[in-house]
């Protein structure tokens, strides 16, 4: 059973919950539950001929999509980040697009035009910058949004937070200049169907490691898992991703559903508003008896009203919040 009994209309705001193990989409990502408020292509190259142009020599757009080097079949692709004792590598800015007012996609190109990442699912990467006036570097980790497989380059998707140091740092950055990027930096070892059920609670920015998950779950053919996100913002234009998640959705109707809520809601948003409560976890996601698995990743005061926050990068913390309260335990929850 996807959801709880739970999900049966029960007052207005409920209305918007419906079972969707059994019942396909009506209305894509348009149909959303309620939820929580809240607070980084390959393509294979080709030689282009046809009738037409028999021996003609290729042009610069064709030859863009021949590979520089040849691969062996089966060969693994070249890795940019390895870990260990390998530092921080030196990665150019290769361009940067505007996403809101705060928050922007920046792509880091890799090393080698043919090298993928090297991150597993789930990792992130780390960044580095000291200013000239800084007595000790700044270190922040972020998640990349490009595809593990992706080759030539990363993805990120930063928000710029005042006096926030490495935020406002790279939004300074322009294209060409470099930033030291170190990792990966693993987190937590995704398992195709080792969970029946997924549950995902994010705020903000703290949509990148829950999507890094998504793409792995719903890439595999393999991978039953069914996925409920709870993602919290504060305005539509602050909604991350959502054409992505969109798609997701429409595309796999039986197993994921993303429910939207909005802090400060415009007077045409007509999906949900304001913060989680207890009941919005209890009718949106599986009883903790079920084999089920949650994620959490948000600002400070979305772990504290949900799971607690984490003791540090490597202490998960002892569980608290309203996911103790409904009776999920430690081992079921894990804070991004």
């Not at 950055?173 to 930033?179: F, I």
């Not at 994620?295 to 984490?310: D, E, H, L, Q, R």
């Amino acid at each position: 059973m996807f959801a709880r009994q739970a999900f049966r209309q029960a007052n207005t705001f409920r209305s918007h919950v419906r079972r969707y193990a059994t019942e396909s989409s009506q209305g894509g990502s348009n149909t959303l539950w309620y939820l929580l408020g809240g607070g980084a292509i390959a393509g294979g190259g080709y030689y282009y001929f046809n009738s037409s142009r028999s021996g003609a020599p290729a042009s610069k757009e064709e030859e863009k999509n021949v590979p520089s080097k040849p691969e062996a079949v089966g060969a693994e692709p070249m890795l940019a980040f390895k870990g260990g004792d390998q530092g921080f590598l030196s990665l150019k800015l290769d361009k940067v697009e505007g996403i809101n007012h705060n928050t922007k996609l920046f792509r880091f190109s890799l090393p080698e035009e043919d090298s993928v990442s090297g991150l597993k699912v789930a990792s992130a990467l780390i960044t580095k910058f000291k200013g000239p006036d800084m007595e000790k570097p700044v270190i922040r980790p972020y998640t990349p949004v490009s595809d593990e497989d992706t080759k030539g380059y990363l993805d990120f998707i930063i928000k710029k937070y005042p006096n926030g140091p490495m935020s406002e740092h790279i939004h300074s950055m322009e294209p060409g200049q470099t930033l030291d990027i170190k990792g990966p930096i693993p987190k937590f070892p995704y398992e195709a169907n080792k969970h029946d059920q997924i549950g995902m609670i994010a705020g903000g920015t703290g949509i990148t490691p829950m999507y890094q998950v998504l793409r792995a779950i719903f890439k595999n053919p393999e991978d039953k898992t069914k996925v409920t996100l709870l993602y919290g913002n504060v305005t539509e234009d602050d909604i991350l991703l959502k054409k992505e998640l969109d798609d997701l959705e429409n595309t796999y109707p039986q197993r994921f559903r993303v429910l939207h809520t909005l802090d400060k809601p415009s007077e045409k948003w007509q999906n949900a508003k304001g913060f989680i409560t207890k009941d919005t976890v209890k009718t949106a996601f599986p009883e903790p008896k079920e084999n089920v698995k949650i994620f959490v990743c948000g600002p400070p005061g979305m772990y504290k009203a949900i799971s607690g926050t984490k003791n540090s990068p490597s202490d998960q913390g002892e569980l608290s919040g309203i996911l103790k309260e409904l009776g999920y335990s430690k081992d079921q929850v894990y804070k991004f």
